[in-house]
């Protein structure tokens, strides 16, 4: 069955410092991977999502996700994260009948000043 | 455009007392219809899901049930909540295509004392 991990339950950084969130990814044919982000007390927000073609994809809120096949991932990344961005992020990917989303443990973002 | 209201925001109840909390799309017919939880620094948990007007899944057996009376309406029920019913409640959609995006409401946090 498809599913996705994300092995970092917590992650810290400051103000300005770069991201990188790591989503690994088992999936038997062609992925479609999602990355959403949940800011406290609200529900979940699409960030980007990947369906085929470039392996890059542009998200919104300055964030981008790299597809690499070879090594199963999907990881989200940001070049310079602010405060706002403290929330927690979940990588998702859909279960072989492509009705539901499957969504990894989700990895806990804090931004210190 | 689609949007999706989810209600209420918060709830505090008490244990043995029933619950129904609601979900309506608007901008879009025939969706995919879930509801999830999320307990205290837990990731999301698939309670149900929908692909049509009476037509209800459960992915795991508890004290909860859901029901679809109309194609975009989506109610989540309980006839006596347990303290482990605690936790925030999101309901999502998506429409029918398989490997879409869903969209979600803004939760309801659920406190039962």
């Known amino acids: 069955a498809q599913s996705v991990t994300q092995p970092d339950i917590h992650i810290t950084v400051s103000e300005g410092a770069s991201l990188e969130l790591r989503c690994n990814y088992s999936?038997?044919?062609?992925?479609?991977l999602f990355w959403y982000v949940q800011s406290p007390g609200q529900g979940l927000q699409l960030l980007l999502k990947?369906?085929?073609?470039?392996?890059l994809v542009q998200g919104i809120k300055g964030f981008e996700a790299e597809f690499k096949r070879s090594q199963s991932s999907f990881n989200l990344r940001k070049p310079s994260v602010h405060w706002s961005d403290a929330a927690e992020y979940f990588c998702?990917?859909?279960?072989?009948?492509?009705?539901?989303?499957?969504f990894g443990g989700g990895t806990r973002l804090m931004v210190k000043p | 455009s689609q949007t999706i209201h989810q209600w209420p925001a918060t709830l505090v109840q008490p244990v043995g007392s029933p619950l129904s909390l609601e979900c309506t799309v608007e901008g879009t017919s025939n969706p995919n219809l879930y509801w999830y939880r999320q307990a205290a620094g837990r990731g999301l948990q698939l309670l149900f899901y929908s692909v049509g007007i009476g037509q209800i899944s459960s992915e795991v057996p508890q004290n909860l049930s859901a029901s679809r009376p109309q194609d975009r309406q989506f109610i989540l029920s309980s006839k006596k909540l347990l303290l482990s019913d605690s936790g925030f409640y999101l309901c999502a959609w998506k429409d029918g295509q398989a490997n879409t995006e869903a969209f979600f409401g803004q939760g309801t946090r659920l406190t039962v004392v």
């Open positions: 999936y038997g044919a062609t992925p479609y």
């Open positions: 998702a990917v859909p279960n072989n009948a492509g009705n539901m989303l499957t």
């Open positions: 990947y369906f085929s073609g470039d392996t």
